[in-house]
């Protein structure tokens, strides 16, 4: 059941390039969120009046050293709303509206779940990969962007994942072009009923991940 609170910002750390993960004390949610839902999010008195959705990041557990009663968003500074989320200090108030949506299907035992992600699309997977440890194979993770800097928590994604694939179509880190290009490659040599493929990301990465499961019937 959703709840509407107002809660203290407790971090906000810079990840660098307009990213950032933002931590808020979430005692009435932590415990039942599901990774791959979402809040919306506002902040009280903002001339930013509606209240925008962002997906959990981070549950009690998935990130070393976290307070038992808090989650973590990613965000990206895109416009006006996200500045001023990113600005925020430790104490600030944020006005939050969650759990909403659905969580992500578990794989089934002998499927490796794979990863796909665009930029900010990230954000769910680090608290699945988390919940999946010791249930189910490491995650293969396909991790793309424009360039080395919109790959947000690239470095933990190497370290939770049986293998981590980036690429940037500048070319600055990994295979230079779309994500969807190793992945297809990956696809084409695996055995569909061995899969269980996630993905998250911009509209028409979506669309291309969804053309290559129906293309090689994962």
């Known amino acids: 059941m959703p709840h509407d609170i107002r809660t203290p910002v407790l971090r906000n750390d810079d990840l660098g390039n307009g990213n950032y993960l933002i931590e808020f004390a979430a005692p009435e949610m932590a415990g039942d969120m599901l990774p791959a839902q979402f809040f919306m999010i506002g902040i009280p008195g903002s001339e930013t009046l509606l209240r925008r959705p962002y997906s959990v990041c981070g549950l009690p557990g998935t990130f070393d ?3 038992d009663d808090a989650v973590q968003v990613l965000i990206k500074v895109y416009g ?5 989320l ?3 200090a430790p104490g600030a108030t944020l006005e939050v509206l969650g759990p909403l949506g659905h969580g992500f299907a578990a794989p089934e035992a002998h499927r490796v779940p794979v990863f ?3 930029g900010i699309g990230s954000a769910p997977f680090p608290a699945w990969a988390v919940q999946l440890a010791g249930t189910s194979a490491p995650p293969v993770m396909f991790y793309g962007a424009r360039g080395e800097g919109d790959l947000p928590l690239a470095d933990w994604f190497e370290e939770h994942s049986e293998r981590l694939i980036v690429s ?3 070319g600055s880190r990994g295979h230079r072009g779309r994500v969807t ?3 297809e490659g990956f ?6 009923d061995s899969l269980h493929l996630y993905a998250c990301g911009p509209d028409p990465m979506l669309r291309a991940v969804a053309g290559l499961a129906e293309r090689y019937g994962v």
């Open 181 to 183: 290009e190793p992945l």
């Open 187 to 192: 696809l084409r040599e695996r055995e569909p």
């Open 86 to 88: 990113a600005s925020l």
């Open 80 to 84: 006006r709303g996200t500045a001023l």
């Open 65 to 67: 050293g976290r307070p």
């Open 116 to 118: 796909v992600a665009g």
């Open 168 to 170: 940037t179509e500048d």
